[in-house]
């Protein structure tokens, strides 16, 4: 059988879609938790990261009920924009997205934390408003785990097995992106096409961790030079 | 005129402040743990006070009595931190720039970023980051950025505590030049009685809470 490269297409498309949306969505949410105290944080805070321990299929499930023709933002956004996200490359993105959430969020929020709070202050009294301190001084500081959390997102949502197949389905061409065309090759007997994107997505994997850690060790070297930001 | 009377509970003692300051350096000085940088935040609006008032040139920026808390940010006061607090993704230059009041709304419009630099002999630290300055370095320049702002009142939390002797003395000088050039009260916490007899036109002893004022170096000497 020919090697099919759309596997390939189809989960970077559904990667990059989900690290924009976990991006927008977790760098706000992760700003007012690492800074805020509210009641109810810790809820949320937990239904945020629950992705990480729940099993894939108990997620795919949940989605289906929330998003489903008959659940309630399945019909809302039928209604709204005329988009249907069971069996669609957007479902995909939904899976992808609420799986790596849990991963970015993490990373950024402790990254905003790990940022002295002199600083933050230093800032107010220098005339800044609460919008300015966030962009100028906890952002630019945190960048470390902003760029981090990207990149275990992008890894994370490129990899996204089950939930995905039970709320987006496989369809070839339509929704089936690596890990899926992966799994149903090798059902199917195709070991060669199997064995080249099972290669892809170990070489892949390896780079962005080895990257991670390269750059990691890097930012330290970089941070402790001249005596560090001992400010 | 800086007036400020009000209370503010800590975990193990209740700390009562009551200042007045004309024009001048007042010196906070007291053993570690006895309120001085609370007071210092609690003028500044980084925390606020259980009761009482703060006046700024006249002007309430708190008040239990009427619920008046002004943000810090509208506060116009200088806060010069213990460790500096410069930003470390930032140049010298980027630094004092931070607080410049944006156009229009500009006081003194000589006042710009090379006079402050020069004024504070940094200039040719222009570009350079924090972790690339020393001590006394980084201290000037927390002084310059706070002093771009234009502050009415400048709060200094222990601003030599962490320099050598030698550094010291000079900017304990500087000091004394900077304040009577900007004609603003300075309000200066330390733990050293020597350096709050040398500075302080004004002098406040504090302990656990409770102060003694004392307004001249010879009688603190006295009370030690």
């Known amino acids: 059988m020919e090697f099919s490269f759309v596997p390939i297409i189809l989960s970077l498309k559904v990667a990059l879609a989900s690290v924009i949306i976990v991006a927008c969505s977790s760098i706000p949410i992760a700003g007012l938790m690492a800074k805020r105290k509210f009641w109810g944080k810790d809820v949320i805070e937990s239904i945020i990261t629950l992705p990480l321990v729940l099993p894939p299929s108990v997620i795919g499930f949940m989605l289906l009920v929330f998003f489903g023709k008959n659940g309630p933002m399945g019909k809302l956004l039928e209604q709204l924009f005329h988009i249907r996200v069971v069996f669609t490359l957007e479902g995909a993105v939904i899976a992808a997205a609420v799986v790596s959430l849990p991963l970015m969020y993490q990373s950024v929020k402790v990254a905003m934390e790990s940022v002295d709070q002199n600083l ?36 994370r949502s490129l990899g996204e097995f089950g939930a995905t197949l039970m709320i987006a389905g496989n369809i070839p061409g339509k929704t089936q992106t690596m890990p899926l065309a992966i799994y149903f090759a090798n059902e199917s007997g195709d070991t060669r096409q199997a064995s080249i994107l099972v290669m892809i997505m170990t070489v892949f994997s390896f780079l962005v961790i080895y990257g991670l850690n390269r750059w990691g060790k890097g930012s330290q070297q970089r941070d402790s030079r001249g005596g560090g930001n001992n400010v | ?50 009761w009482g008032a703060i006046n700024i040139r006249d002007k309430a920026v708190f008040s239990s009595e009427h619920g008046t808390d002004v943000p810090i940010r509208n506060r116009r006061i200088g806060y010069v931190f213990q460790d500096y607090a410069l930003f470390p993704h930032m140049t010298v230059e980027k630094n004092v720039m931070y607080g410049k009041p944006k156009k229009g709304n500009i006081p003194n419009k000589a006042l710009t970023v090379t006079n402050v630099l020069e004024m504070l002999k940094i200039g040719h630290l222009r570009n350079r980051y924090p972790n690339q300055i020393s001590g006394g370095e980084k201290q000037r320049v927390a002084l310059a950025r706070a002093l771009m702002t234009e502050p009415e009142l400048l709060l200094l939390d222990e601003p030599l505590s962490a320099l050598d002797q030698d550094t010291r003395s000079t900017l304990q000088q500087e000091l004394l030049k900077l304040q009577t050039q900007w004609k603003i009260p300075f309000i200066l916490v330390t733990h050293d009685v020597q350096e709050a007899e040398m500075l302080g036109n004004q002098i406040i002893k504090l302990d656990r809470g409770k102060q003694e004022e004392i307004k001249g170096a010879k009688k603190l000497v006295k009370a030690q």
């Open chain 1, 120 to 155: 933050e202050k230093a800032a107010r009294t220098l005339g800044a408003g609460e919008l300015k301190v966030f962009f100028t001084i906890t952002l630019p500081l945190a960048w470390n785990g902003i760029v981090a959390g990207l990149v275990l997102a992008f890894a």
């Open chain 2, 1 to 50: 005129m800086f007036r400020a009377h009000f209370k503010k509970k800590l975990p193990t003692f209740e700390l009562e402040a009551n200042i007045s300051l004309n024009n001048g350096i007042l010196a906070l000085v007291g053993p570690s743990g006895a309120g001085k940088t609370t007071i210092l935040q609690c003028i500044a609006g980084l925390q606020t006070p259980s």
